[in-house]
């Protein structure tokens, strides 16, 4: 009798057995996060590019540019909160 239980315990399946499911789930898990970590710094370069405009333009704006050349290349961009002064 106890034979029997445990032979029916004991699967063949692949899919009962707690190593492929857990192998799965980690796998599936894992091309999630690359394509999320993809994005964020994709982000990230955008925000990183963003500031440094920014500051470039600061400094343009009061008048002590980073490079001699540089004066030129930011005076064509419009610059963050530009407007009529008064």
């Given at each position: 009798?106890l034979?029997?239980?445990a032979?029916a315990?004991k699967s ?10 857990g ?6 898990m894992?091309?999630i ?6 994005s964020?710094?994709k ?7 963003a ?7 600061a400094?343009?704006a ?10 030129a ?8 909160g530009?407007g009529?002064?008064?």
């Amino acid at each position: 009798m106890l034979e029997l239980a445990a032979a029916a315990a004991k699967s063949t399946s692949a899919w009962d057995q707690p190593g492929t499911l857990g192998f799965l789930v980690v796998f599936g898990m894992a091309i999630i996060l690359y394509f999320v970590f993809r994005s964020l710094a994709k982000h990230l370069r955008k925000i990183n590019e963003a500031a440094r405009l920014e500051a470039m333009h600061a400094e343009a704006a009061a008048g002590t540019p980073e490079t001699p050349g540089s004066g030129a290349e930011t005076a064509s961009a419009p610059r963050a909160g530009a407007g009529p002064q008064g």
